[in-house]
T-cell receptor, first 115, second 111 residues
Framework: EPEVTQTPSHQVTQMGQEVILRCVPISNHLYFYWYRQILGQKVEFLVSFYNNEISEKSEIFDDQFSVERPDGSNFTLKIRSTKLEDSAMYFC?????????????FGQGTRLTVV | TQLLEQSPQFLSIQEGENLTVYCNSSSVFSSLQWYRQEPGEGPVLLVTVVTGGEVKKLKRLTFQFGDARKDSSLHITAAQPGDTGLYLCAGATGTASKLTFGTGTRLQVTL
């Protein structure tokens, strides 16, 4: 069964360092998303991406964040200068379309720990 | 800001009991999805409801979307230990390109 895969599963980084979280969406999907879940809190939308550009982003997704689809298969989230409060599970998701009954498939997540 | 509040936050019941989880908002959503999340994994979609008043059944799980499309419920009949997990509701407005997740209900079913 096709699935969204994310690497690494766990990343520890020092405050101020840049991190890149990687995702391989399901191959025929056209819409890609990043969500995050701070420990003990709800899942929060970060950004959606379609046709090589951001289609929507939340207030969390500030200038420190960027997304890219560098090679037609990977979808990456870069945090330029990590802060302690960026520590969270980051989930990548993809979907075929954005029609209301469309399922978004989530990856298993990357746990980012900023120390 | 759209908020989805789930209740209860935690629920511990014995096998065979019935339970209902609620998802409430003051905002109207175009669709409402229910997910289940296991520890260390991403959310997995259980069902999507789109029409106000819609009821969908998935084996022992019954999902209902409120008439005004501001709330939803998940009812589990004869709960089993395999139902243990974190249940999340998520709403979409317009398209499904951005989901607003609820606060979650952690369910534990014991023998």
């Amino acid at each position: 069964e096709p699935e969204v895969t994310q690497t690494p599963s766990h990343q520890v980084t020092q405050m101020g360092q840049e991190v890149i979280l990687r995702c391989v969406p399901i191959s025929n999907h056209l819409y890609f998303y990043w969500y995050r879940q701070i420990l003990g809190q709800k899942v929060e939308f970060l950004v959606s991406f379609y046709n090589n550009e951001i289609s929507e982003k939340s207030e969390i997704f500030d200038d420190q964040f960027s997304v890219e689809r560098p090679d037609g298969s990977n979808f990456t989230l870069k945090i330029r200068s990590t802060k302690l409060e960026d520590s969270a599970m980051y989930f990548c998701a993809s979907s075929v379309s954005v029609r209301l009954n469309t399922e978004a498939f989530f990856g298993q997540g990357t746990r980012l720990t900023v120390v | 800001t759209q908020l989805l509040e789930q209740s209860p936050q935690f629920l511990s019941i014995q096998e065979g009991e019935n339970l209902t989880v609620y998802c409430n908002s003051s905002s109207v959503f175009s669709s409402l999805q229910w997910y289940r999340q296991e520890p260390g994994e991403g959310p997995v979609l259980l069902v999507t409801v789109v029409t106000g008043g819609e009821v969908k059944k998935l084996k022992r799980l019954t999902f209902q979307f409120g008439d005004a499309r501001k709330d939803s419920s998940l009812h589990i009949t004869a709960a089993q230990p395999g139902d243990t997990g974190l249940y999340l509701c998520a709403g979409a407005t317009g398209t499904a390109s951005k989901l607003t997740f609820g606060t979650g209900t952690r369910l534990q079913v014991t023998l």
